[in-house]
T-cell receptor, first 116, second 113 residues
């Protein structure tokens, strides 16, 4: 079956512009996660959705970052007024149920964001 | 807070050598432990997991045992292959109701023929 997909695969933007990153999770997966992978910080958790609500936003680095999920499916991560330190690979993952810590998370291929 | 520490790389081995990648964790409660692997040009994928103390996860010849007394989850393989060259991440998911993963820094493994 289809895995987690993300778009775009690459995004180059100028400092100060807004960007939107999209994630399509595996059908039927209620939990969705965003992570960021950067050279300096490794893999960091950003936000967790269960259905359409986000009970854990503790990893969002600033109020320039926001995310939403609609229909219990597609999620969009928005970064406003991008800065060079936002350059990273943004990964999306989904799992059957976030309430079960043992459930496997399936990762998408990521969006590589470069802020110039 | 919860954290994961894994040995720094890169690790370079010859084919058929024995592999150990150390991983230790700090956590409250009873986390589940995972090893994820990222092959060149590919996305992160689960290699193995263990959900309670003394559990052993295994897959593709890799093994790791959940050791609560030493808070460790070391990855081992008896005989590595060139195709095992990848970045390996140790991770824990907290025992709260989110399942979010806390990752180690990653260890790059290069296996030479």
């Amino acid at each position: 079956g289809a895995g987690v997909s993300q778009s775009p695969s690459n995004k180059v933007t100028e400092k100060g512009k807004d960007v939107e990153l999209r994630c399509d999770p595996i059908s039927g997966h209620t939990a969705l996660y965003w992570y960021r992978q950067s050279l300096g910080q490794g893999l960091e958790f950003l936000i967790y959705f269960q259905g359409n609500s986000a009970p854990d936003k503790s990893g969002l680095p600033s109020d320039r970052f926001s995310a939403e999920r609609t229909g219990g499916s597609v999620s969009t991560l928005t970064i406003q007024r991008t800065q060079q330190e936002d350059s990273a690979v943004y990964l999306c993952a989904s799992s059957l149920d976030g309430g079960q810590a043992s459930y496997e998370q399936y990762f998408g291929p990521g969006t590589r964001l470069t802020v110039t | 807070g919860n954290s994961v520490t894994q040995m720094e790389g890169p690790v370079t081995l010859s084919e058929e050598a024995f592999l150990t990648i150390n991983c230790t964790y700090t956590a409250t409660g009873y986390p589940s432990l995972f090893w994820y692997v990222q092959y060149p040009g590919e996305g992160l994928q689960l290699l193995l997991k263990a959900t309670k103390a003394d559990d052993k996860g295994s897959n593709k010849g890799f093994e790791a045992t959940y050791r609560k007394e030493t808070t460790s989850f070391h990855l081992e393989k008896g005989s590595v292959q060139v195709s095992d060259s990848a970045v390996y991440f140790c991770a824990l998911s907290d025992s709260g109701n989110t399942g979010k993963l806390i990752f180690g820094q990653g260890t790059t493994l290069q296996v030479k023929p």
